[in-house]
């Protein structure tokens, strides 16, 4: 069997490399071929092909996740790196400090997957460019930006669009105050949820989450659950959020009742 049958067999089942004689399992064409394949089989590879540059961005480039099994000199590669996180955001874990706070290659990394945000530098958790395109990516990424950016207006509208709970982890003062979390709300309905018992006793905020997603009145209190005004806002929005009402009283049961029909 010639070199490019063996390299056929391999893309189809890399597991084959392993029944080659000694001499074909050390042959760079060959392995080549089974990196592209599958980057993590460099583990069962002579070792002294872990330091040819084109075997390590081979393996990195088809499994980012494999920088793991090389020497640390390549964890400080911005080319070998750059390449990994390319694949996988999440490789940016095994990065040196130095490259987790290179902007170009952090940016690749949440670009690829938003929760790579988690194994940048402190800098990089505080840069608003890589904040913002980690959680256009992965909005929980937000969890892992900076208290500085946990503040900032354009970041947390962002991070809320379209993951209500990361309105937990905005800084604590905004999530008190009325008129924003208002504004927050307008955006995300589900936000409702999440917000202080003061505030979801709040009648216009109230109006404005079930406006935008009735379904919320299921997290409403007994005084709001017993407004009949807001009910029939909820209901209008989306009707099976009648069965979400356990707090309502039979007494405004009956003139919902009859308000429907």
Do not use: C, W
């Amino acid at each position: 069997m010639n070199i490019s049958d063996i390299k056929k067999q391999i893309i189809n089942n890399p597991f084959h490399y392993f029944n080659l004689s000694e001499e074909l399992k050390s042959n760079k064409a060959i392995i080549m071929t089974l990196l592209s394949a599958s980057g993590s089989f460099i583990k069962f590879v002579d070792k002294k092909f872990k330091n040819d540059i084109d075997i390590v961005k081979q393996a990195v480039k088809s499994e980012g996740y494999s920088i793991q099994y090389f020497d640390e000199i390549y964890k400080t590669n911005v080319d070998v790196i750059t390449i990994a996180v390319e694949n996988n955001g999440l490789a940016l874990y095994f990065a040196s400090e130095e490259i987790r706070a290179n902007k170009e290659i952090v940016l690749k990394a949440v670009k690829n997957d938003g929760l790579s945000l988690r194994f940048a530098s402190p800098i990089m958790r505080d840069d608003k460019e890589v904040v913002s395109m980690a959680i256009t990516n992965n909005p929980i990424a937000f969890q892992t930006a900076s208290k500085n950016l946990k503040k900032d207006i354009d970041i947390i509208k962002l991070s809320i669009k379209n993951y209500s709970k990361n309105f937990l982890y905005i800084y604590e003062e905004l999530q008190n105050q009325k008129e924003f979390v208002k504004e927050l709300i307008s955006i995300n309905g589900f936000i409702y949820e999440y917000i202080s018992d003061t505030l979801k006793i709040d009648s216009d905020i109230a109006k404005i989450a079930f406006d935008k997603e009735g379904y919320t009145i299921q997290f409403a209190p007994p005084e709001i659950q017993n407004d009949l005004a807001l009910v029939m806002v909820a209901l209008k929005q989306y009707p099976p959020a009648i069965r979400f009402l356990k707090y309502i009283t039979s007494e405004n049961k009956k003139l919902l009742k009859i308000i429907e029909q």
